[in-house]
């Protein structure tokens, strides 16, 4: 059964489909019209009837190159065209093993040498807690079971990961079922935690430089190498969640490079293939990964894995997005991107100073509150949706985004030429005067 009329679309999408993060009583109200997304180009997404936007959240925070990029479509047609998956349990296959070795050569030398592979980043996250778990274990420090994490942080929807996350809509119907996590508002208030509790953390985990999920609040320069001292002195691990910072967000490779910073888990997703496909990646340390090696009668074995582990299709795709890095010279070409982002934000603040508080920057992201007075700092009601309501306006120009409730969210792809990035600017600003005035 196919149909390519946007009526029946409708229909059989109200009748099936359950979208995430969506109220689907709103969803299927009679009025509202879903937007069928249906090819994309560049920077450009196109909708069932033709009309372009500009993708302003890289699909969701996954499209680095561009969508169609000829690099990334040849990878994938060329490794389809071979096999389209191999179980990584008892088999190994080429891809998976290549892009294995790049990612730790991002690396200093003997530092992330180990690469595991799973689906996306809740499961990325429910590795490194897994592995730091049985870690502890295994080295005879079983009394090393809860975690510190930090106070609006997001890691993810399964349950491990969402009881990490310290924003109550996703978590708090699901936190006595999940880790015992302790949540921390900034580096201080951990500064502050006893000895004696500390010496029953497994590991901390952060969203380095930046919480995405948050609102896109930064992080003080700073905070995350004296976040690693902090772990260093006390013996428990690191686990930073590059889910979102990873692969160039930030202006370098992985935001833990801002400040030499190297954790014992890291944790990789979303932008990994470029935006095509789902895989993500947990990268640790050889001594982390030697704790697990025995005679299979230990059972030191780690007892974890999905079918679509290391699937060559997805791996191949990942490998041509680094290579894309080198041949289109990409983090040099986004330096003078992220700075004319930033002249922009100025100028957008300057032009909407009632209605635009905080504008925070990191990198090739920007988030950008919306207030109803914003010199007394006065916000709109949550429940009006302000924020969802300036991105449908934005819509409108010819923009796609999606807030984080009145705080709007740009972070296009890292192709976005500086004529698009100012187009991107000004569907923003007519959206806030639409919605604002």
């Known amino acids: ?15 099936h489909a359950w979208h995430p993060f969506t109220q689907m009583q709103d969803w299927t109200a009679p009025a509202h019209q879903p937007l069928f997304i249906t ?60 892009l294995a070795r790049a990612l730790v050569q991002l690396w200093p030398e003997g530092t992330l040498q180990r690469v595991f592979f799973s689906d996306d980043g809740s499961t990325a996250i429910e590795c490194a807690v897994k592995m730091a778990l049985q870690y502890h274990q295994l080295t005879g420090h079983p009394e090393r079971s809860s ?18 996350g310290g924003i109550s809509t996703f978590t708090e119907r699901f936190r006595r079922f999940g880790l015992s996590t302790g949540h921390f508002p900034d ?35 700073g905070m995350l190498g004296a976040l690693r001292h902090w772990c260093n002195e006390r013996g428990v691990l690191l686990i930073c969640d590059e889910v979102l910072t990873g692969f160039g967000r930030t202006g370098r490779m992985f935001a833990c490079h801002h400040e030499g910073v190297v954790p014992d888990f890291l944790c990789l997703a979303k932008g990994l293939t470029g935006g095509y496909l789902p895989l993500a990646a947990t990268l640790t340390r050889e001594s982390i990964y030697e704790a697990f090696l025995g005679r299979f009668e230990e059972l030191k074995t780690f007892f974890y894995g999905h079918s679509y582990t290391g699937n060559p299709l ?18 040099a070409r986004l330096q003078p991107k992220m700075a004319l982002m930033g002249s922009l934000l100025t100028d957008l603040k300057a032009r909407h100073p009632q209605h635009l508080g905080a504008v925070r920057q990191c990198g090739f992201i920007a988030g950008l509150d919306v207030l109803a007075d914003a010199p007394a700092g006065r916000p709109f009601p949550w429940q009006v949706q302000t924020g969802a309501r300036i991105c449908l306006a934005a819509r409108d120009a010819g923009l796609l985004t999606r807030p984080i409730r009145d705080t709007l969210i740009l972070m296009p792809p890292l192709c976005t030429s500086e004529a698009e990035l100012r187009h991107a600017m000004q569907a923003l600003s007519h959206g806030i005067a639409a919605v604002c005035r």
Not at 147 to 164: I, K, P, R, S, V
Not at 192 to 206: F, H, W
Request: proline fraction near 4%.
């Open 39 to 98: 090819r994309g180009e560049g920077v450009w997404l196109y909708d069932i009837e033709g009309r372009r936007y500009l993708d302003g959240n890289s699909t969701i925070w996954t499209n680095l190159h561009g969508h169609r990029h000829p690099r990334l479509d040849a990878a994938l047609a060329g490794q389809a065209a071979k096999i389209a998956h191999v179980s990584a349990l008892g088999f190994a296959n080429e891809p998976a093993t290549r």
């Open 1 to 15: 059964m196919t149909s390519d009329d946007p009526a029946t679309l409708t229909q059989w999408d109200k009748s």
């Open 147 to 164: 975690f510190a994490a930090f106070e609006n942080a997001y890691h993810g929807d399964t349950m491990a990961a969402a009881t990490l």
């Open 187 to 221: 580096m201080a208030a951990l500064e502050q935690m006893p000895r004696e509790s500390s010496a029953t953390l497994a590991a901390v985990i952060i969203e380095p430089l930046i919480q995405g999920s948050a609102g896109m609040r930064t992080w003080p320069a």
């Open 314 to 331: 997805a791996c191949a795709v990942a490998l041509a997005s680094l290579e894309v890095f080198q041949e289109e010279d990409t983090l």
